[in-house]
């Protein structure tokens, strides 16, 4: 066996302030040999620095180390996950591939060439002959340094002896020198738990089985130098997207480190006929000086797809926590004139309008008006929220029946299940089998109708149950990866008869936040917890992948109807305030007071949600637990930046100073706020903070420079805990 380091293939994408440098040697699929910050090289010291780990071995044999590639091989001695785990019945189960082509934006690269290019796609094609396997791995750069991959397996054997894939899982290598990793857990109302931990031998993996990502997954991974925050230290934001089983792992070996990420493939869920090939889901890696720069490539990949990003956010009010399941067309026509005097433009119609709706028991599944509750049908209330001068929304969740509902009883065979009983019930529920084309069908022709006969802009699309024992009814075979593949083509073909029509992601609340779901859709449910304390963890690490106009962001009752917590309403503004900002209230409550307050807030949001969409989020204090939490969005010129800071729930100190991050440096700006009524004693409150003006006034207000605002920063009380304030700065220099 030859070694596989004869004269290299050089790759070298750039964007930004970052380079991929891939090398690919012999007949071996590619390697990353830097993924860091921009390198500068001309061919040559390129061609020079790829053989610096060539190591001749004893022999020329097989005693040579291996240097992993994108997809590790255990043909040739790798001994932890290889890249692709494949077989025919047990045979044919370690691949060795060899690369007949390598091209790059198109182009054909042969061997020993180098290319340099400013990102770019890398495809390369692979194929082992004597497992009759062909591969097709993709590695792309954005222009904005956003990197991803992956990977298709083929079939090329004959007759009848299929292909059984049971995992494809790249490598995105990274230095050593990231020795310490942030990851989420979580539950139901209580999502994006931080846990940080070292880097140790081994493999750290997190896998969801849950057919969704989960309230307890970890969304994104951080791997970074030690102590890495949110402006500091090399950290690399790795993601999967699919929001199927999945898995985010990071591996460590002997002078091997790297995050390992793809979809957890059940028993018998892929086999490939002859010809048949599956394609595996991008991997995502964007490295940053700190979490909010490798933040950032995330938030501009959305912002280039996203609907969110094409017109200003609406104001939301969904009706939920305002009357459950207790619907009628004179109350929720009276909120919807309510919400329409606060300044509302988006009304959602939630869960409890259809047809045996009285309870989470039936009817899911039945998409038709109940008719005790609406014996007009619903066109009378949406014809209502549109002559007020709002957008219609509803709530629906299409992958889901009630085993109590005529869908459910018409159509049994349209149930998932693994066996010839049904499986446990989740939330009353059961999985509808969308790789069905009756059943998808069905479902597309009602959510059609729905659209076009009410005039919906907005469905908020729900998913609260978890795919258990899910298979495809008749064989039992496993379903979940079709399923997820089934309802990414519901929603685009969808959107393509409906092109205007907005989709937000919902899952008992968080449950669903990955790019498969988010390239095709405009919002999340961020949680089910509206309590303001809570979201502001929620907002902030959600917010790692999500840019800020597509996280809902709702001002709901004074008192939590999840927590069972109390906070003002000043609170619950200013910390829904950096989101899409809305409503989940019953509003018909509001004393007068709360009333002007409200639509003020709404007027202010209106006022600045441009800057919420288009802004850079920056972020302070996320590790140290005497700092107020600081999240905020810097315009791209820096021209102006809002900011939320809340005042930690216990600290040893009554006073901090808050560094303002993202601003100027050569600019001066001017102070606004929006504060609470009391941070602390009177004798605390510094000076500039009882100078401050309300946000947009045009009275007199401190003014300081960017780099003692962000160097420096300005003295804030923390004498009084989960305080929330908002300050907008303004160049007023320019």
């Known amino acids: 066996m030859n070694i596989r380091m004869e004269f290299p293939r050089v790759i070298h994408l750039f964007a930004e302030d970052v380079s991929v440098l891939l090398t690919q040697a012999a007949g071996a699929p590619p390697a990353i040999v830097h993924w860091g910050p921009r390198i500068n090289a001309d061919d040559h010291e390129l061609v020079d620095y790829a053989r610096t780990s060539f190591r001749p071995g004893i022999g020329n044999q097989s005693d040579v180390p291996y240097e992993a590639g994108i997809l590790p091989e255990h043909s040739y001695g790798w001994s932890g996950l290889p ?30 060439c180098v290319a340099q290019c400013p990102g770019g796609l890398v495809a390369i ?92 997954a970890t969304t994104v991974v951080a791997i970074g130098t030690p102590g890495f925050d949110a402006g500091s230290g090399r950290v690399w934001l790795c993601h999967v997207g699919i929001g199927g089983n999945h898995e985010h792992a990071v591996e460590r070996s002997d002078g091997y480190l790297a995050f390992r990420g793809g979809e957890l493939l059940l028993p018998g869920e892929v086999r490939l006929a002859s010809g048949e090939r599956y394609v595996s889901p991008w991997v995502y890696g964007s ?21 969110s990003s094409h017109r200003p956010r609406p104001v939301t009010l969904n009706v939920w926590e305002a009357v459950y399941f207790d619907q009628d067309f004179e109350t929720l026509a009276d909120l919807a004139t309510r919400a329409a005097d606060l300044g509302v433009e988006r009304y959602v ?22 008719e005790k509750s609406w014996p007009d049908g619903l066109a009378p209330l949406a014809e209502h929220v549109r002559g007020l001068g709002m957008e219609f929304g509803l709530w629906v969740e299409p992958e889901m029946v009630n085993e109590d509902s005529d869908l459910a009883r018409a159509h049994p065979d349209w149930l998932l299940r693994a066996r010839a009983e049904l499986p446990p019930r989740f939330r009353n529920q059961q999985v509808l089998d969308l790789t069905n084309p009756e059943a998808f069908a069905h479902i597309l022709g009602v959510l059609d109708g729905l659209v076009s006969d009410l005039g919906v802009a907005c469905l908020k699309w729900d998913h609260n149950r978890d795919l258990i024992d899910a298979g495809h009814p008749g064989t039992g075979t496993p379903a979940v990866h079709d399923q997820t593949l089934a309802v990414y083509e519901l929603i685009d073909q969808l959107r393509s008869r409906h092109p205007g029509l907005e989709i937000e992601s919902c899952a008992s609340g968080g449950g669903r936040v990955d790019l498969g779901i988010l390239q095709r859709t405009d919002r999340v449910h961020t949680s089910d917890n509206q309590d303001p304390l809570d979201r502001a963890r929620m907002l902030r690490w959600t917010g790692l992948l999500v840019p800020p106009e597509m996280l809902g962001s709702h001002v709901a009752s004074a008192v939590s109807s999840v927590t069972g917590r109390t906070s003002d309403l000043h609170t619950r503004c200013a910390i829904a305030f950096l989101g899409h900002f809305g409503i989940e209230w019953d509003i018909r409550e509001l004393s007068s007071e709360d009333s002007a307050t409200l639509s003020r807030w709404i007027a202010a949001y209106q006022q600045h949600r441009e800057l919420i969409s288009t802004g850079r989020v920056v972020a302070n204090g996320d590790f140290d637990p005497d700092a107020p939490a600081l999240r905020g ?24 100073r808050v560094r303002l991050p993202g601003l100027l440096s050569d600019a001066s700006y001017r102070i606004e706020s929006a504060r609470p009524e009391s941070l602390g004693p009177w004798w605390l409150n510094p000076s500039w903070l009882d100078s401050t003006s309300d946000l947009d006034s045009v009275a007199e207000a401190p003014s300081y420079s960017g780099s003692l605002l962000r160097e420096a920063g300005l003295d804030l009380p923390t004498f009084h805990p989960d305080r929330a304030l908002v300050l907008r700065l303004v160049r007023i220099d320019a």
């Open 287 to 307: 490295l940053g000086i700190g979490l909010d720069s490798a933040s950032a490539r995330y938030h501009d990949f959305l912002r280039d797809r996203s609907l």
């Open 125 to 216: 094609s692979a194929h082992d002959e004597w497992a009759k396997i062909h591969v097709e791995i993709e590695i792309d750069l954005s222009p904005r340094g956003l990197l991803r991959t992956r990977t298709s397996v083929r079939n090329d054997g004959t007759g009848s002896n299929h292909l059984e894939v049971i995992g494809v899982d790249p490598s995105l290598r990274l230095p050593l020198d990231a020795r310490e990793i942030l990851d989420f857990s979580g539950r139901w109302g209580t999502e994006k738990i931080p846990q940080r931990h070292p880097v140790v031998v081994g493999t750290h993996a997190r896998e969801s089985r849950r057919g969704r990502t989960g309230l307890d």
């Open 633 to 656: 969005v810097v315009a791209a010129d820096g021209s102006e930046a809002i900011y939320t800071l809340v005042t930690p729930p216990l600290s040893a100190d009554s006073r901090r």
């Open 83 to 112: 890249g692709i785990r494949a077989h025919r019945t047990g045979a044919a189960w370690s691949p060795r591939l060899e690369v007949s082509s390598v091209t790059v934006d198109g182009e054909t690269l042969a061997e020993g």
């Open 349 to 370: 119609l939630d869960d409890g309008w259809f047809q045996g709706r009285s309870d989470d028991t039936a009817g899911l599944g039945d998409w038709i008006p109940d």
